[in-house]
């Protein structure tokens, strides 16, 4: 098994200087380093190159239209190839509407993926019901064929057509939600757990949930889009739409590593039902590498994960930065495998 990396330095989806460096802030806090602390091989496909168009007239209230959709019709490009390719795909942000690039993509060589969103927005409007005009607030009105006829012909997103119900979503952190995001929410029943419903539930009722939800009927690849706004600011700072009480560090990395346990004996949602016999034996697989307590790397489902919203030149000090990328690497450690209860080593290699 092998995890690629691909840099997204892309800032275009909103007005914020600084963010198309996440990639850089997060490579430079060790990241490769602590992946190959993993039993799977790592490629980094290094960054993309992406154009700033001159004639970019904005559309209705939409600010750079043709930029950001060439940026991910690129992108959308790179994420098919590479898990096409068998790659379970680290993208690397840039903003978040680079999410309509990776989700695409990937949907393209997994038409059956589900989408966990982990933010403390949630990313659904249109253009006609967008505050602000930036798109890294629209990546998900993008994919939901629910929102079809709602989303008008945006210059430069040609390309992309609506390919995600809205049962296979579940948001994670929400606590800024604009009143046509909510209507969107409530009208299409889509599956959300905002910063309250984990105050009441805790996040391991939070993660039970989402799983019953997304996986309980069929195994199926995960992708999992994080916004580094999601956490508190207290914690990750330099990000460029911050919102107070947002989730703790274990909350964070609960979630990432309930993720990374999915198609494992860790978690059993999938015995409530009949899974397919294709299914069955690739979990199987996962189970007899578990319970070996051999070092073999168990994938579990996630199949792309995005790490979007880290910007380095909002940070007050190096010192936030620093803290914000080396929380980003965390959560991506933990969602390939990295565990707090120490590593899976078997017996003969203790000396
Ligand atoms: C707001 C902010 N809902 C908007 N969205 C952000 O502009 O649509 N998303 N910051 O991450
Ligand atoms: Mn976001
Ligand atoms: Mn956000
Ligand atoms: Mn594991």
């Avoid at 990396?5 to 802030?25: D, I, T, Y």
């Avoid at 930036?134 to 992309?160: C, R, Y």
Wanted: charged share 20%; proline share 5%; net charge negative.
């Amino acid at each position: 098994h092998s995890v690629a990396v691909l840099g997204a330095p892309f800032s275009k989806g909103q007005k914020k200087r600084g963010v198309e460096h996440g990639p850089k802030v997060i490579r430079d806090a060790g990241l490769m380093e602590r992946l190959s602390n993993f039993d799977f091989s790592v490629h980094d496909f290094g960054d993309l190159n992406f154009q700033h168009l001159e004639e970019d007239e904005p559309y209705m209230d939409v600010k750079f239209p043709r930029t950001v959709g060439a940026a991910n019709k690129k992108l959308s490009a790179a994420v098919r190839n590479a898990v096409s390719a068998g790659h379970t795909l680290l993208m690397l942000g840039g903003d978040h509407s680079l999410a309509v690039g990776s989700v695409s993509g990937h949907a393209q060589h997994s038409p059956d993926l589900c989408l966990i969103w982990v933010d403390a927005h949630a990313d659904i409007n249109t253009p006609m019901t967008s505050p602000s005009g930036n798109l890294h607030g629209q990546p998900v009105a993008f994919m939901l064929k629910e929102l079809q006829d709602k989303m008008p012909d945006i210059p430069g997103f040609s390309w992309t057509k609506p390919f995600l119900s809205s049962r296979d979503l579940v948001y994670i952190g929400l606590r800024d939600v604009d009143p046509g995001e909510y209507q969107f929410l409530k009208s299409f029943g889509i599956q959300y757990f905002t910063m309250r419903d984990i105050d009441r539930l805790g996040i391991q009722r939070v993660m039970e949930v989402t799983f019953d939800h997304l996986l309980a009927r069929k195994q199926r690849p995960i992708h999992l889009s994080f916004d580094i706004d999601a956490f508190d600011p207290s914690l990750a700072p330099a990000t460029g739409t911050p919102v107070n009480g947002g989730l703790t560090y274990r909350e964070g990395i609960y979630i990432a590593e309930e993720i990374h346990n999915t198609g494992t004996d860790h978690y059993s949602y999938g015995f409530h039902f009949l899974w397919s016999f294709l299914d069955f034996l690739k979990v199987f697989d996962c189970l007899a590498f578990e319970s070996n307590l051999s070092s073999s790397w168990c994938a579990g489902l996630l199949s792309v994960m995005d790490m979007v919203e880290v910007n380095p030149d909002l940070g007050a000090s190096p010192e936030a930065v620093e803290a914000t990328a080396t929380l980003a690497v965390d959560v991506i450690a933990s969602s390939l495998g990295q565990t707090r209860e120490g590593a899976h080593t078997s017996m003969d290699e203790i000396p």
